[in-house]
């Protein structure tokens, strides 16, 4: 699963942070999840199918800078 294999990367990255996660925005079952990277891992870890849109809340990161860094050299 994509979405689980991201939410991952993003705790191992970033930390366990704000997360909002919208699935199928323009159709008749779009579903919305809010809270943190930690719990959406669980909340789709059985999987989760269609088209996802992930935002992530980084404005309260610490050491913002540093993973940035280390990001832009990859």
Do not use: C, H, P
């Not at 366990?16 to 719990?39: L, P």
Request: no cysteine.
């Amino acid at each position: 699963e994509r979405l689980v294999k991201t939410l991952k990367d993003i705790l191992s990255i970033i930390g366990n942070v704000e997360v909002f996660i919208a699935r199928e925005m323009t159709k008749k079952f779009q579903e919305f999840f809010k809270g943190f990277v930690s719990e959406a891992i669980e909340k789709f870890e059985k999987g989760v199918k269609g088209e996802i849109t992930v935002i992530l809340n980084i404005s309260k990161i610490k050491e913002k800078e540093n993973w940035k860094k280390d990001w832009q050299k990859n």
